[in-house]
């Protein structure tokens, strides 16, 4: 593994332990009900898989596509020449940008949602529902994100930061944790906080299609697709999906084949 690829992967595996240790001290939903051992061994089992598979595929596309566009000019912020902390910024802001709607659209097409589904069919919510993804669409992500990261020529020390944020951010913001109201509203007016993300797991439809950002709540606001709270009530609520809750969407080979299964 090069440089980079443990620099990722150090802060990944901080922040895990950092919100394992928080949930496990001052859970915010029961421990009881959301530290299931199926539910860990399907979230992080795919975690293993997508990992293993990107490794043999796509795993560096964002970082070679970066380098490649620095090399040849290509991309807005190789051309207008800025200094590299703000084109570094402004490149970290349109990626997060670029994945609120990529994000959006994985609940708009019908083909996407069927993949992100298995990401919505956790019926729980902790930090290993952060790394609850399909394979198939995490290589699709990786191929998304790289040709992003060509149209804007984001240097390759803003793609490393900004994928480390990512799955940071990930991280922090699936955590069965809870700030004080106070606390909660000053970070929401810019980040995503746990409390502002657990209404996008609601069983409620609307709520589902809500507070899709990732790193930054701006882009909620601004494309009016962010909820306060949900209906019900935030700390007892149902997460996950109502057609998807029996044994066979909740086993690490049962998420696997959802996609292709009927509804
Ligand atoms: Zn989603």
Redesign the pocket.
Known sequence: MDQTGFFRLGIFAAILVVMALWEAIAPYRPREAVRRPVRWLTNFGLLVISAALSRFTVGAAMIAAAIWAKGAGFGVLNLVGLPPVVAGLIAIVVLDCAIYWQ?RF??IVPLFWRF?RV??CDVEFDVSTAVRFHPIEILASAIYKSCFVMLIGADPWAVVIYESMLSGFALFNHGNVHFPKSIDRVLRALIVTPDMHRV?HSSVEIE?NSN?GNILSIWDRLFVSYIDHTKTSDHDMQIGLAEFRDKNSQSLWGVLWLPFRGR
């Open positions: 994000h994985t609940h992100h990401h919505h996008h589902t899709y």
